[in-house]
Nanobody, 127 residues
Framework: QVQLVESGGGLVQAGGSLRLSCVVS????????MGWFRQAPGKEREFAAG????????RYSDSVKGRFTISRDNAKNTVYLQMNSLKPEDTAVYYC????????????????????WGQGTQVTVSS
């Protein structure tokens, strides 16, 4: 049974930082591309960041580029999202997901390219 468990969300002031973690079990994590998505109230789920199986290739949405960093530790079956210079518009539930592909592609920003999802962790940025 595949499980993804996110943690690290919370309430932070604008300009602050948070680090999200996602632990994956039930599959060979080191073969998987991974992604972070987010969903704000009343909005569609949107891609934030993606990483390939080795961590050597990453991709970001324009809205988070330069502020967020995705990374992974295959020995710990964990993917991270370091979020700096947070803005109120970053407020959302953040989800990690296992990609259907080990590598990034033009489809990596599409939620349908992912097989398994975590339960989400709330990030709230106050102004």
């Amino acid at each position: 049974q595949v499980q993804l468990v996110e943690s690290g969300g919370g309430l932070v002031q604008a300009g602050g930082s948070l680090r999200l973690s996602c632990v994956v079990s039930g599959r060979t994590f080191s073969n998987d591309g991974m992604g972070w998505f987010r969903q704000a109230p009343g909005k569609e789920r949107e891609f934030a960041a993606g990483i390939n199986w080795s961590g050597g290739d990453t991709r970001y949405s324009d809205s988070v580029k330069g502020r967020f960093t995705i990374s992974r530790d295959n020995a710990k079956n964990t993917v991270y999202l370091q979020m700096n210079s947070l803005k109120p518009e970053d407020t959302a539930v953040y989800y990690c997901a296992v990609s259907k592909s080990s590598s990034l592609s033009s489809r990596s920003s599409d939620y349908t390219a992912y097989d398994y999802w975590g339960q989400g962790t709330q990030v709230t940025v106050s102004s």
